[in-house]
């Protein structure tokens, strides 16, 4: 039972840079992992980046790995994505999602195992 806002999309250039955050809240927040998602028009929704919460490990696809970074911020209960080097084929909107969870390793990256998702934002990038 987790509320999960987003917010930091917008517009930027090639090679630009962009920090997406996503406040968590509720009753109880004891997710296993925290990941970040995106679908672009006419594509199915794939997985960034995922964080295990307890240990801070991170996943990431391979499209953008050495350019994305998630990290969790326990005192304020948020999790970040920052985005460096972006490309035209980062445009997507960009979900924040949360699942009760573990053990999936790079399997994480689905979202079929995730119950909790934010409302998306928008990260346009231009060529």
């Known amino acids: 039972q987790v509320q999960l806002v987003e917010s930091g999309g917008g517009s930027v250039q090639t090679g630009g840079s962009l920090r997406l955050s996503c406040a968590a809240s509720g009753y109880t927040i004891n997710s296993h992992y925290m990941a970040w998602f995106r679908q672009a028009p006419g594509k199915e929704r794939e997985g960034v980046a995922v964080i295990v919460t307890s240990t801070t490990f991170a996943y990431y696809a391979d499209s953008v790995k050495g350019r994305f970074t998630i990290s969790l911020d326990n005192a304020k209960n948020t999790v970040y994505l920052q985005m460096t080097d972006l490309m035209a084929e980062d445009t997507a909107i960009y979900y924040c999602?949360?699942?009760?969870?573990?053990?999936?390793?790079?399997?994480?990256?689905?979202?079929?195992?995730?119950?909790?998702w934010g409302q998306g934002t928008q990260v346009t990038v231009s060529s």
């Open positions: 999602a949360a699942t009760r969870q573990a053990g999936l390793g790079y399997r994480a990256l689905s979202p079929i195992y995730y119950d909790n």
